[in-house]
């Protein structure tokens, strides 16, 4: 015989592991919507008339992230969804990962923006590490810096209020604990900046999903059968990540609740932050106008070895 659900009795197809609960496909879908908003509700991330940009990547995160965006949005009719790819122009897998993002748009009967490097950079990814100059600048450092900014300029192009993005609860604590590591604990606030201090020409960022984990959102794509891509970006350069990962699966493991833990750590350091006196001041670029702490931004800077 099955194991019955934790919640209602029906038989149980997932494990939660870290509230030691049965779940049938009925009750993950609902407790892990009802997380979602949860979490949403405790960081104000969303207001009831927010146009709200949702970074699509193709991959099972933002697909879960757009799904019970959609479930929860039904109770706001004033709310407007817009999901948003920024293509990279990366040959042989952003390429496929946007199939999975129309296909899951269609599927949800909602209409995908996208943006590429190409147009809005003047050059794909793929061509940048090709032509650039300095090899031991990486492609993902070029690839997150531009992505960023890409996302800022659609999201202001497409008036939305909030950009939000599939970021999960591993990803999140590694992130933490990878900066934690380095000595960079002020970058922890610059990634979790609440809307409640915003900066100007900044569109606010926000992680509806930070309390998922992984093994959830993958059992949650499962039984909803969401279209998603999942193959691994070919510069990945995830050799320091994915030591974080390994221990702190391991951690997780051997004490359940561990990376929701390291997570609330990272909200605590990213408050007190905020609530310091601002040491850099944040103006305009010099070059194409978007918010930066130097003269001229990131993302300027890095284009300007291919001429701008
Ligand atoms: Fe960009 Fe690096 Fe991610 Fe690939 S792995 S999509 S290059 S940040
Ligand atoms: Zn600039």
Do not use: D, F, H
């Given at each position: 015989m099955s194991t019955p659900c934790s919640?209602?009795?029906?038989?149980?197809?997932?494990?939660?592991r870290y509230t030691m609960e049965q779940l049938c496909k009925s009750c993950l879908v609902k407790t892990t919507q009802l997380r979602v908003q949860k979490t949403i509700n405790k960081g104000k991330?969303?207001?009831?008339d927010d146009r709200i940009a949702v970074a699509i990547s193709g991959g099972k995160d933002s697909a879960v992230l757009l799904e019970i965006l959609v479930q929860i949005e039904k109770d706001y009719p004033r709310t407007e969804l817009a999901p948003l790819t920024i293509d990279?122009?990366?040959?042989?897998?952003r390429d496929r990962a946007l199939e999975a993002a129309r296909e899951l748009c269609s599927k949800l009967d909602l209409a995908l923006e996208v943006r590429t490097f190409k147009d809005l950079f003047g050059h794909s990814l793929d061509w940048i590490v090709e032509n650039r100059?300095?090899?031991?600048?990486g492609a993902c450092s070029y690839c997150g810096v531009l992505r960023r900014q890409a996302l800022n300029t659609a999201a202001l192009e497409i008036e939305a209020d909030v950009v939000v993005t599939g970021h999960n609860l591993d990803d999140e604590a590694q992130t933490v604990v990878m900066n934690v590591m380095r000595g960079d604990s002020r970058r922890i606030a610059r990634t979790n900046?609440?809307?409640?201090f915003p900066i100007p020409g900044l569109v606010p960022r926000a992680k509806p999903?930070?309390?998922?984990s992984e093994r959830d959102i993958v059992a949650y794509a499962y039984y909803l059968h969401l279209p998603y891509h999942d193959v691994t970006c070919?510069?990945?350069?995830?050799a320091y990540r994915n030591d974080i990962r390994t221990f702190l699966n391991e951690m997780e493991h051997k004490r359940p609740g561990t990376l929701l833990a390291i997570l609330r750590s990272g909200d605590a350091i990213a408050e007190i932050y905020e609530l310091l006196p601002q040491v850099a001041r944040i103006h305009k670029c010099v070059s194409c106008g978007m918010p930066t702490?130097?003269?001229?931004c990131k993302a300027c800077s890095l284009l300007a070895e291919f001429g701008g």
């Open positions: 919640k209602c009795g029906k038989p149980a197809v997932y494990l939660r991330m969303l207001r009831e990279e122009g990366i040959k042989g897998y100059e300095n090899s031991s600048t900046r609440s809307q409640e999903i930070k309390e998922l070919p510069y990945a350069e995830e702490s130097k003269k001229i």
